[in-house]
């Protein structure tokens, strides 16, 4: 779908471009979820895919149901904190946060859940995918390290909020 919606932008001109997040306009609060679906060019969407697909597929192991609430909660994660302090006049659109926020979750998930399974993905995308945190952090001009920022902690309450039952009801009993 993301590929498809780019050849329409550019068939179109950059007409959806559109739908990205220009900060603290209140008009701006309904591109939060349009703009995670949208790039800036195929080479932004290209850099985004491969993890995307590498990652949503980890974190869709625990689920169909699962998977889309996680990714809700890091679309409105990652598209509010860019809305709140990405500079203002400027632009973001993108899947990466949705990457950060996948990468966070399923770090997250191998502590919360506690199972072998979720530990080993853990490690392996901490061993693969480590080295995108760089990312969050302001490094590079033109690059959102807002929305990868704020996807990245979106990803990390995703792994508290859909943590296993089992889990929960034991983290009741303890307190």
Do not use: C
């Amino acid at each position: 779908m993301l590929w498809l919606l780019e050849f329409v932008d550019v068939a179109s001109g950059g007409a959806l471009d559109t739908y990205g997040i220009t900060p603290r306009e209140p008009g701006e609060l309904r591109d939060i979820v349009p703009a995670a679906f949208l790039h800036f060019g195929f080479g932004h969407l290209a850099a985004n895919t491969m993890p995307l697909l590498v990652l949503g597929f980890l974190a869709a192991l625990g689920g169909i149901r699962r998977f889309a609430g996680v990714v809700a909660v890091i679309i409105l994660a990652s598209g509010i904190g860019v809305w709140l302090v990405a500079p203002a006049q400027s632009v973001t659109a993108g899947a990466s946060g949705v990457v950060f926020g996948l990468f966070g979750y399923l770090l997250v998930r191998a502590f919360v859940d506690r199972r072998l399974l979720y530990t080993t993905v853990g490690v392996l995308v901490a061993v693969f995918y480590g080295s995108i945190l760089w990312g969050a952090l302001p490094t590079a001009a033109g690059v959102s390290w807002q929305g990868h920022l704020f996807g990245l902690l979106g990803g990390v309450a995703a792994a508290f909020l859909f943590r296993d039952a089992r889990e929960r009801r034991t983290a009741d009993i303890e307190r």
